[in-house]
């Protein structure tokens, strides 16, 4: 198989799968997020809420539509849920950081967009090692 095609098999093709999978668990996280947001909730608490109902549609649908399973659900799930709970955590540090800048602050929108974005690849890489106990670059 030439290179470029490998690459792109095995590193391109199941980072567009997660992307599908998880642009709908980010719906649900960022709608949730904005609809609690203006309805006068803080924005630390609107994103802890949000984030997490956007994992549980994440998990459910990454271990039927990604990630071939090596563990057993409720361990996947555990380890899951522990990265992230960090996730959780990372994301909810940077939403606050960012809303200490009068920009970020004005336009919660973008600051929730901004760190989706970071969040991405650390997200990927965490559910693979507990789906598939393993990282594959």
């Given at each position: 198989?030439p ?10 093709v ?12 980010t ?8 609809i ?8 630390v ?19 039927k ?13 555990l ?6 709970m ?7 540090l ?21 760190v ?6 650390y997200?990927?890489?965490?559910k ?5 106990k393993?990282?594959?670059?």
């Open positions: 198989m290179p470029l095609k490998k690459m792109w098999q095995q590193f391109v199941p980072k567009l799968r997660f992307a599908g999978t998880s642009s709908i668990a719906v649900v996280d960022y709608g949730l997020f904005l609690l947001v203006y309805s006068g909730m803080t924005k608490r609107s994103n802890l809420i949000s984030a997490s109902c956007g994992f549980l549609v994440n998990f459910v649908l990454q271990r539509f990604i990630f071939d399973p090596k563990r057993k659900i409720r361990h996947a799930f380890l899951s849920l522990g990265f992230s960090i996730g959780i955590g990372i994301s909810t940077l939403i606050y950081l960012l809303s200490q800048m009068a920009f970020f602050d004005l336009y919660p929108f973008i600051t929730k967009l901004l989706t974005g970071i969040m991405f690849f997200n990927y890489y965490t693979q090692i507990a789906f598939e393993r990282v594959k670059w």
